[in-house]
């Protein structure tokens, strides 16, 4: 399958794969066919009840506090338009392009699922939405993530109806209606219950979580390649990955680091050099713990893919509307399920990081550094070498603290108390990625320091994967000389990284 091949959207088997694939490399959507056809069955059950004016939440009523207020026939459509109106309330940093492609694609994805009652319209008008570039601003802050992310899902929900704003794929931000217009794409005109089911649901803070799942994965891989590049220029002992060191202790996560760490390392010269006569018995935590410290790492990441691989598939509306011609109110676009993971993951990688910085610390500290240069500066003194790389990944590192605090255990009522316990998801999510990018400058700098101490042990070799590594260092950044300004070697390895240009080949994880 190539990437022009349409993805077509079942509300059953989207992966973390397909939201990357869609959301960062733009490849086509379109809904099953499988799916059109669930969606017109619970589509006739809405039809039927408005026919018979039943009472039933979000369709005939007022919505939360406000649900016990029945609304006339010929009001139905305007309570779709005002209720996407008003919570258009967001506020703060726009989501990024990625993201909000992600969320429009899990938000058409939950429509296609057949438990909405809403038109096969929406999901289309969605669907060609992403195929022409076109996305909205969808301000970050703002969603406690209970009945879902109201605030940034009503953001998007608005441009469907030709208001709020719309980025064009010319960089152009236009009125909802004119973009929509430029691209041969028509408004939808909401019908009972659609306004509700565009606005109900986890899919922006899942959207943004699906995303930093699979940058973590990345950045797990490349901090065992960044520590490999470490522990040889410190001249390090591998002994401590012994397979039969973590099969004692049976954690799985920690055996697959080690296994990976003694792949990176194999056949290292630069080891053999220094296996007889050290006098050092055992190395640092921060290069002998790697396994026990990343291994947890990699468990918290399968259990975040995994919780969050299920929630892209997961009927997130309220009430869920079934063949049978009932109509259930449940819970199901609560975010805590998918806080917890971003929490729990947001602790991990915080660990990646602060480990990270202490092996830079040894790289740069002559007291700790195994006779490397000060800084790792041939001319210290005159020059200061790496000396505020370190500073500033200690900086990353301790944001990192800071931002690990969960946001899923705080709750605040919202909604005249109708919603009394919420899970702050969205925050949970828009924290997590800062983390990530932290993570990810704290080992571009992890990176640019282990090269260049690499370089004063030659003309000893290191393994050919550390060898490949530290070549693809240098064709990002040149070793240091004299002092130079460090931000844009740490932004343009921090952007290698970003490409996974620091990736495990193939059957070394």
Known sequence: MTQTTPLALDGNSLTLADVRDVAVHRRPVMLADAARARMLATRAVVADIVQRNDVVYGVTTGF?????????????????????????????????????????????????KGFSGARPDLPDLVCAMLNADLWPVVPEQGSVGASGDLAPLAALAVTLIGEGMLHTPDGRLLPAAEALKFAKLHPVTLAPKEGLTLINGTQAHTAVAALAVAEARALWEAAHVAGALSLEALKGSPTAFDERIHDARGQEGQAVSAALLRTLLENSPLRESHRDGDPRVQDAYALRCMPQVHGPVLDAIRFA???IGR???????????????????????????????????????????????????RLVHPDLNEGLPP??????????????????????????????????????????????????????????????????HVLAIELMCAAQGLEYRRPLRSSDAVERAHAAVRRVVAPLGDDRMLTPDIQAIAAALLRRAFAVAEGEA
């Open 64 to 112: 939360g506090k406000l649900s016990d207020i029945g609304i006339p026939a010929d009001k139905l459509a305007q309570l779709q338009v005002n209720l996407v109106r008003s919570h258009v309330a967001g506020v703060g940093p726009e989501l990024a392009e990625p993201e909000a492609r992600a969320m429009m694609l899990l938000r058409a994805n939950v429509m296609a």
């Open 305 to 307: 893919e995994g919780l």
């Open 311 to 361: 929630e892209l598939n997961a009927a997130t509306d309220n009430p869920l509307v079934f063949t049978n011609g009932e109509l259930l109110s449940g819970g199901n676009f609560h975010g805590q399920a998918v806080a917890m993971a971003l929490d729990v993951l947001a602790i991990a990688m915080t660990n990646l990081a602060t480990i990270a910085e202490r092996r830079i610390d």
């Open 375 to 440: 800084f790792l500066s041939a001319a210290a003194g005159l020059n200061s070498g790496f000396m505020m790389a370190q500073v500033s990944a200690a900086a990353l590192a301790s944001e990192c603290k800071v931002l690990s605090h969960p946001a899923s255990v705080d709750t605040i009522p919202t909604d005249g108390s109708k919603e009394d316990v919420v899970p702050m998801a969205m925050g949970a999510a828009w924290k997590l990625r800062r983390i990530i990018g932290n993570v990810r």
